[in-house]
């Protein structure tokens, strides 16, 4: 059931509340109000790329913690299409999920599937990977698509250049992407969505800032920093994170699209980012990878047949409560759909019981105390 | 963890408690008490070969009613190997589930994996179907593996006919299971676990018979009908299910292996089988086929693209309360996971309320009126 509508104006001034800040940390803690519920930031949004976490249950969603999902225009749009799930009551009705959703709106889809798309200043013209069909994206078709969608959060049509773009690609795309941008701030109407401005710019932080600038400019709900973690080097990865959210406003929420490792998360919470979304929970789960408290573990290995231990035995959730290491690797070594779903459901709390964690140490005013602390044990190197 | 082991005689008298019986069928109501627990007759078990019900969790099932699950020694044997699940705690710890288990004995791969075995009256020779590796099965080490496995119900070694056998041939098989029969009683020496014997016999009404009178004499705390729904036809299974069960003493519970459809099921019960197993509910569910009230429906089709209504609107489970059939169909067209898992489960639970049912009406006494009222409804031609 969608909850009432707040009666905010469109540019969503006051729909992001700031509680709490870390004294010598950029970190924040915030509460993100939006038509279907409250999510508390900092915050980590699993990824429903087909209005599905993949091998998760909307109930099992809502257990482990998570206050909100993301979803993608593109894929939606494509299959089974926009309008039929406005026709069935909206995202939220369709995939059975009554908290907040954010799209995100095909511009990444715009990098990674760089051999099927026509890119120019009107929008993006794609060959459809699943039946080769043309589609056309503008800025504008994709609020519209949002808006039938009934997301509460709407992400801007944006070009993400590859990660070796050179100054001139770099410029060309940030350019395309912000005059998108102020067009899709033109035809947004819909008081029930925020609309979130997207920073791109590549690796130049000088870029990055002059974009950020202009886009602060256009007065967004919220902003979000693109085309990271793109196959860039990871310590670029950071130095452009930290340059671009200084040029962000501190009373909107900022979300850094696309990543990241646990202890990444923690650095870029530091920074003052707010939302996060990353397929590596699920992925890594389908594969055998867990993520622990002392560090990440493949279940598949042969020294796990005969351990006793729960993945993670500081662990609260269902996997770890209920299944030894030797019985979630028999369920990988054998391909049972079971092992996928167990190792997801693991990694997906993990990730929000850091951000729990997290949220709780900025509200306590130690969170430069407890990140040092917490990023000495998620070093991936020590043995398990 | 187990529940304490009921005292009673290693033939398992008095482990099966027989409560109602339809005044003008064979339908019996029963009660199967196990080491870990009772089970309500008739019973249906989900099929978990490996340690696992595809794509459920212990849990799930727990809530779906199921109170009986059927794993394989021989897969399990090959993968973990049942040494390992002993170490570990037995398999109701190992896979999580705490409630009763049967095992079948490795006597349906014989047939199955054909080109990957060697038969004689010793034992099974078996190809790992895995890594080729040989593994050979007597009737006495079937009975160690699952003591070691530390089920309920453990299942002798048999030799499962193909359908087309010629009367040499069934009378070869089924001369051979009734001596590994007979050798499988003389070393069972653990009192929580119930032995059953198994009847081979092919489509040979007479051979069924005679055997089915052989084995009682050996005096087994169950009885099961194996070899059929093998790929005979449908009323030769029929007629061979209804002669052998004549010979079966009442007061013990009869196990038809590998069957139905729900329609079968029915008929089955009102020949008087107390217990059921079969891969349909969670195969035809990671397939797109679902079992509904009013027939078999298949999600895939385009017609159910833009249907709001639930699977089967009778149904109580998870996937009928919270999702349409539009989004079950969006989710097998799109090869998502979660799609093979809430299919299953609906399956699952089908199955489970059908059990219900028919225990409802023996108890009732009105089994053939419910019954008759039933099969109508369940034609597969009706359109859905």
Redesign the interface.
Known sequence: MPKPMPQRPNNGLGSFEMIACAPDAGARRGLLHTAHGVVNTPAFMPVAT??????????QLRELGAEIVLSNTYHLSL??GAA?VR???GLHR???WDGPILTDSGGYQVFSLAPLRKISDQGVEFRSHLDGKSMFLTPESVIGLQVELGVDIAMVLDECAPAGATRAQAEEAARRTLQWAARSRAVHMNPAQLLFGIVQGATYKDLRLQQARALVALDFPGYAVGGLSVGEDRDITMEVAEATVAALPAERPRYLMGVGLPEDLIRFVAMGYDMFDCVLPTRNGRNGMLFTSCGRLNIRLARY??D?APADPECAC?TCR???R??L???A??N???G???LSLHNLHFYQQLMRDMRAAISAGRFTAWSAERLSRLNPEVPT
């Open positions: 087909q209005g599905t976490v993949k091998g998760i249950t909307p109930a299959r089974p039929l026709e069935l009551g369709f995939m059975g047949a005969r006793p269902y209920t299944f030894s030797a019985y690797r028999h369920l070594a054998a049972e759909m079971l996928a779903q167990l």
